[in-house]
């Protein structure tokens, strides 16, 4: 199993976010959390990644076989882990390619390879600029500055594709893109799916999931999963909303 | 602890990397200044009359002066008559290769990263190294004097050049000029001399390793540049000091003179030990540094990356008197730990359509405090006259200080002078970010630093570019969250 998330408890600023989740992700699969506002669902993306803002009071985290929370948040990053970012921060002075080309080769470094040459990092960067219809001249600007908010998302999936995670945490990279953004994201991550690796996305439409069909859809309330489903389970969402399977965890 | 909290601390523990002492001879007098030592540096010198006349004329009006506490610098008293104010490696070598050059020289170049093989067959680059206060050793100067370029030690310049000297020592920063110039003119041991003649470009950089070494030793560097009309050279000046327990006073004087048409590019690295974290040691740095651009469409550009020193009081400057004369100051100043600094630029417009640009990045770690003092100076006939300035400040945590004082005097109505400043902290959301794109707190820091400073590195030539990125990673080391 890729990921295995037991019995997670977690608090933020003293207060109890998630209180108990489980959840297992294999190799190939395609994961989407849904639920309502303030459900925690950005919060277990962060706890995943090894945000050191949210403390852990229970449970573990299983990833690969290995405990995932005795790791810090870049070696997460380098065994695979990717966390799209919902608000993408901008760094400005920093460009695109200096700072992709570092993390690309601490990621290198952690899996034994060596850094890639200059020449042969602009290739890359070029091939997974196409990935998601980058414009080339945005990895000349600094980290996400003067970037449009379709802009900022698209160049997240442009990082995933860099850092070929093997798995893949998106935070609601589809809030605030128009349908063509949300297409050209969505057939990024597509085109970045192999037998080996696993994409957990966390949303709040279905609309997302007419271009990136998931295998289980979870949703999420409270601190806790309460009820998993196949792909249909975010249309019975999306017509229905949460209100029934809310009622019904309740009884 | 929280993550800021843990940066910082890792941050301020951070020590200096280059501290050591090389274990050369050196020839010291006795401590404390008086006539007679100043006599005696003159004598160990071989100086003709007119230098001594000229030393003690500033050494007493030096006596009538008192420092300057107008600085936001915390300084703690110092007693001039505890320094030692002359200090020369054992015998005077003048070496023709490198073999003769004395091992431990070598070694402590070395450690620094910067072996003068290097640096010597670094292409375009000739190497005065001042190791305390003789030259020790100068390079390319063969492929210079064909050209009429004169790159020496002060000492030299003072025996072969006197004509040169006389003409120009203390036409821009006259020993009356403050406490420390009166100070330096009274002691300098020794320091470079550069003249450009009339239409000449310079085919390299020069470039002069300036060092620390006698325990308890002042350091007090005399430079003169003199570019004639039409000329060019681009300068540099890069240092750093091996550790220290007593602090160290040092009390340079630059001085350039840019005739008609004549560009003059000054660069400056340095990294003197900046004391330990809790604010123990470190070199007390008071420069005056000051260029006239004396005749028309001359230009004058500063380029300095200041990471070291306990204390920095320094405010390289320009006097624009030719007419349509340009003058640059780009800065970058780290502070960390308990130091501080109070550094900027005069831009003195006098000629007609003068202009001048000030760029200047302040970056605060730990405690420290890092001031950016800046005038902008129209006078009456400098009608046309143009300014822009850009400060810009970057915290590092929660206990330093950044402060600006831009002084801004207009006598002309046609100026036009522009004025922006921001300031800015490196978030704990950008180093996250980072984080999870494999990048390590530490490197993280060094990026943004480096992104932020980028605009003044970019000014300085590619090979002290790079020494200098390092530099800024270096001083800012440990900060893995």
Known sequence: ?251 | MSDADKILDEVTGQDYKYGFVTDIDTDTIPKGLNEDIIRLISAKKNEPGWMTELRLKAYHHWLTMEMPKWAHLDIPEINYQDIIYYAAPRSKPKYQSMDEVDPELVATFDKLGIPLEEQMTLAGVAVDAVMDSVSVKTTYKDTLAELGIIFCSMSEAIAEHPELVQKYLGSVVPYSDNFFSALNMAVFSDGSFCYIPKGVRSPMELSTYFRINAAGTGQFERTLIVAEEGSYVSYLEGCTAPQRDENQLHAAVVEIVVLKDAEVKYSTVQNWYPGDKDGQGGVYNFVTKRGLCRGENSRLSWTQVETGSAITWKYPSTILAGDNSVGEFYSVALTNNCQQADTGTKMIHLGKNTRSRIVSKGISAGRSQNSYRGLVKVGRKASGARNYSQCDSLLIGDQCGAHTFPYIESDNPSAIIEHEATTSKISEDQLLYCNQRCISTEDAVGLIVNGYAKEVLNKLPMEFAIEAQKLLSISLEGSVG
Not at chain 1, 68 to 75: C, G, K, Q
């Open chain 1, 1 to 251: 199993m890729l990921l295995e998330v037991k019995n997670l408890h977690c608090m933020v600023d003293g207060k109890p976010i998630l209180k108990g989740i489980d959840l297992e992700v294999g190799e190939g699969e395609v994961h989407a959390i849904m639920g309502p506002n303030g459900s925690g669902k950005s919060t277990l993306a962060s706890v995943i990644a090894g945000n050191p803002k949210y403390e852990v009071t229970e449970g573990e985290i299983l990833y690969n076989g290995k405990d995932l929370l005795s790791m810090d948040i870049e070696e997460r990053a380098r065994a695979g882990i990717f966390l799209g970012f919902q608000y993408p921060v901008e760094i400005p002075g920093v460009s695109m390619a200096n700072f992709m080309r570092m993390a690309v080769n601490a990621r290198r470094a952690y899996l034994g390879e060596d850094p890639l040459s200059a020449a042969e990092f602009l290739r890359l960067m070029r091939e997974k600029g196409a990935v998601v219809e980058l414009d080339s001249k945005l990895t000349n600007r600094a980290v996400n500055e003067g970037f449009s908010g379709g802009e900022k998302k698209k160049n997240e999936i442009f990082q995933m594709a860099m850092l070929d995670p093997t798995l893949a945490i998106l935070d609601e990279t589809d809030s605030g893109l128009d349908i063509d953004a949300l297409r050209i994201v969505a057939t990024g991550v597509n085109k970045l799916k192999r037998p080996d690796n696993a994409t957990v996305v966390i949303t709040h439409y279905q609309r997302l999931l007419d271009y990136i069909i998931p295998d289980y859809v979870h949703v999420l309330y409270k601190g806790r999963i309460i009820h998993t489903g196949g792909k249909e389970l975010a249309l019975v969402l999306e017509e229905e909303g949460y209100d029934r399977i809310i009622n019904e965890y309740n009884n």
